[in-house]
């Protein structure tokens, strides 16, 4: 991302979510684009032993982790043996089931038993959300009052579409968090070497106090 780029997106934050038909055609393309790009995979191994770093700092008791829209699972993996305890993926798609650790599940909604128990959230899908602000209300129901929920952001989640409904700029994230939660902070990822890998940030969400 250029400084022009940088310096339009601060000032002029930008959301923007795709409208279905209705659910049944969100829930339809989301498990036909996890079939399409199942051996696909964005999650980097550095930024998630990053991010575990930071959680064991910031919660030394950590026991429960969740990680949504994983598709072939490798976040919980890595979380799994950075962290030592139980983290588990949700997918949507009928595919979880060939990934360990991953259950079939639609992350807009919540399982009653995660309700106030998470310790941390972690997705780099938040795009694939149908409603951002009802998805981010659900999945920070699920954190315990000191938990941690982490969303992805890179350039490729500037635009909306039809596979990726919900788009927004670095500082449209910024402006829906803070409608009601509080950033902690806003880590860089590693620089790998795309310029998707360059612009790699981490929102650290906290319920506010």
Excluded at 28 to 38: F, G, M, P, S
Excluded at 77 to 87: N, P
Aim: hydrophobic share 35%.
């Amino acid at each position: 991302m250029n400084i022009i780029e940088r310096i339009r997106n601060k000032l002029f934050p930008k959301t923007g979510v795709y409208q279905y038909k209705d659910y049944g055609e969100y829930e339809a393309v989301q498990i036909q684009t996890n079939i399409d790009k199942l051996d696909v995979t964005w999650v980097n191994k550095d930024n998630i032993l990053m991010l575990s770093d930071y959680i064991k700092k910031n919660i030394p008791t950590v026991r429960f982790g969740l990680c949504h829209g994983t598709r072939r699972g490798n976040e919980q993996a890595w979380f799994r043996e950075a962290l030592g305890c139980d983290v588990i993926g949700t997918e949507i798609s009928p595919t979880a089931t060939r990934f360990p650790h991953t259950i079939q599940w639609d992350f807009n909604k919540v399982k009653e038993e995660w309700i106030g128990k998470v310790d941390f959230i972690y997705s780099n899908s938040f795009d694939h959300a149908f409603n951002p602000e009802q998805t981010l209300d659900a999945w920070m129901s699920c954190v315990q009052p000191d938990g941690l929920c982490i969303l992805e952001w890179t350039i490729g989640h500037i635009s909306p579409s039809k596979e990726d409904p919900f788009g927004a700029t670095l500082s449209g994230y910024k402006k829906l968090i803070k409608n009601k939660y509080k950033i902690a902070e806003i880590l860089r990822g590693y620089k790998v070497g795309s310029r998707r890998d360059k612009d790699t940030f981490y929102f650290i969400i906290k319920h506010r106090k």
